[in-house]
């Protein structure tokens, strides 16, 4: 059995090591990443028979998607990740441009070896929604979260979904099996944001549709709306 736990050295650690690395980041640093999170997004909802259900994409709010989540562990086990997240614009008329994210948390259980895994994360209802606009929230905290339904056998099982704030959904490399996000944080990535916006623009600002998407997001916004076009 794991027990989970929140380690306020490790998360400071966590935390350290993400800073240093966002403060000596580079725009095209940056836009790798934001580049790393499309082909995540296309990847990970052109996978056959283990695709995201496109009604769950169609109905939800916001979309979070973290390439390449790190983990690493021997009985202490910490998780960190940097990405990009978007929400759908009023009256439907496309996505906002992509606002960086970092998640970040620890546990404790009987858990040895290494991951790197790419997160999506739906975000389903307005509660939801709400956290993500905050300047931190913890997931399974917070905001409710459960793992998604999967697959082309999942459509009974949407409906039921449609109520739970976050939906998450995973493709491990490592050794780790699965992942689980409950403990964990989500923020902002303001370090990010200034390198890619060049001034102080808000996670906020930017997932309420107040900043116009520039052109090096159109390929992260292409792939939203290509994968969840805009239906009247």
Known sequence: MTIKWNCPAL??????????????????????????ATNTLGELMRAG???????LIDNAKCIVVIPGLKKA?????????????SCRLSSNR????????RVEGGS???????SDTDIVLLVMNSGGMRHLLSNKFTLGGEATIAAGPVGRD????????LSTEMLSYSRTHG???GISLE???LRPDGNTNRVLYGRGVSSRQVLSGKVKAPAWAGKFTHALTRHSPRRD
């Open 154 to 161: 999942a459509a009974a099982q949407t409906d039921a979904m």
């Open 108 to 114: 404790f259980g009987f858990q040895i070896g290494v």
């Open 175 to 177: 050794l780790f099996a």
């Open 11 to 36: 998360a400071a650690v966590l935390a350290l090591g993400v800073g240093m690395a966002a403060h000596a980041e580079s725009r095209a640093d940056a836009q790798e990443r934001l580049n790393a």
């Open 183 to 185: 403990g964990a944080t």
């Open 94 to 101: 496309g996505w906002t441009a992509p606002a960086a994210m």
């Open 73 to 85: 562990g021997f009985v202490f086990a910490g998780k960190y990740g940097r990405g990009f997240a």
């Open 49 to 55: 028979d283990n695709d995201i259900p496109q009604e």
